[in-house]
């Protein structure tokens, strides 16, 4: 059965982790509906490419433009099934948004299926929802989980981690692990 999830993405959202994530849950026949805080449909957010170079941080290219198709502004989360948070540097502002910190807390209220990666962990924080859980996330994002009250759930950076209706995992070389383990969590079933 179909689901209607939630993407929450901002300008400088991390290129993979929101193209990927997108596409995948189309193409396995779910609705995604991708809103950002002041724009509308048909609008774009900048993405940024994080890439591991062999410098002390990952480094930052310019991305493609990411175009939105829902308006943030008509948003219920009681409507949607599940909420997809990506990374990138859009978590840092978005958790300054009010409404976006009280639709990451409707979702967690009602139980629904939150997958989050690499650094949107930094917005599950600041929503306070992570009290108690075990999280992973980009490792620059550990002190902020453990800030939270979480655990943080130090693993290898293509592996992801399910605690009940959370599923995080470090950056965008999780994506097949992730994107399963979040297919898992919705009662997602694909045959072969």
């Not at 979702?107 to 306070?128: D, M, S, W």
């Not at 399910?162 to 470090?170: E, F, K």
Request: charged residues 20%; hydrophobic residues 45%.
């Amino acid at each position: 059965m179909a689901k209607k999830l939630l993407m929450l993405v901002g300008d400088y959202v991390e290129d993979y982790e929101v193209m990927v994530p997108f596409q995948a849950l189309l193409a396995v026949g779910h609705q995604v509906d991708a809103v950002c805080p002041g724009k509308k449909a048909g609008e774009w957010v900048a993405t940024a490419i994080h890439d591991f170079d062999g410098a002390q941080t990952y480094s930052e290219k310019p991305g493609h433009r990411f175009t939105l198709n829902r308006d943030f502004d008509a948003v219920d989360s009681a409507a949607y099934d599940g909420l997809v948070v990506p990374g990138g540097r859009a978590p840092e502002y978005l958790r300054m948004d009010e409404r976006v910190l009280v639709i990451v807390q409707q979702f967690n209220a009602a139980a629904k299926p939150i997958a989050a990666i690499c650094h949107g962990a930094q917005l599950l924080a600041a929503a306070g929802v992570l009290q108690g859980r075990t999280c992973s996330a980009y490792p620059a994002c550990a002190a902020e989980v453990r800030l939270a009250g979480g655990k943080y759930a130090d693993i290898a950076i293509d592996q992801a981690h399910t605690d009940g209706n959370l599923v995080t995992a470090p950056a965008w070389p999780a994506h097949p692990v992730w994107i399963a383990q979040f297919l898992a969590v919705l009662g997602t079933r694909i045959q072969h």
